[in-house]
């Protein structure tokens, strides 16, 4: 699979809206978010480590994601390696609320697994959109 592919498959709706599976990552995979809110982690090494994170994280969620829209995906001089600007949607699961956020991913992705995923997110916007 393209890194392309790989995303695409990651972030369709019945991976948004269920159980976070980890099918796209590799078991080494990093995952950064240089720019995390504050008690958030920066970075989390392995798939194990990740998925103890963000199952917990998602079910605690006042959101409940249900969209992702890709703006843009930039090719890089590496194969592996794709940026992506895309947004997601959800509801607020209390007030029944519609929010977006914008985001943009670099990946790196091989033998069709993602083994370097750095996001960067407007953390107040999402902050918002969660009514923080």
Known sequence: MTPREVFERAMR???LAGEVSGDHLADDVVIEWP????GRPRRIEGKAAFLAMAGPARAAMPI????CAIDTVHETAD????VVEYRLGGVRTATGERGSTDLIAVLRVRDGKV???REYQDT????QSMGA
Do not use: K, T
């Not at 107040?124 to 902050?127: E, P």
């Open 13 to 15: 709706p019945e991976a």
């Open 35 to 38: 720019f995390a809110a504050l």
């Open 64 to 67: 409940r994601i249900d969209e």
């Open 79 to 82: 194969p592996e390696v794709i």
């Open 115 to 117: 083994v370097h995923w």
């Open 124 to 127: 107040l916007a999402i902050a």
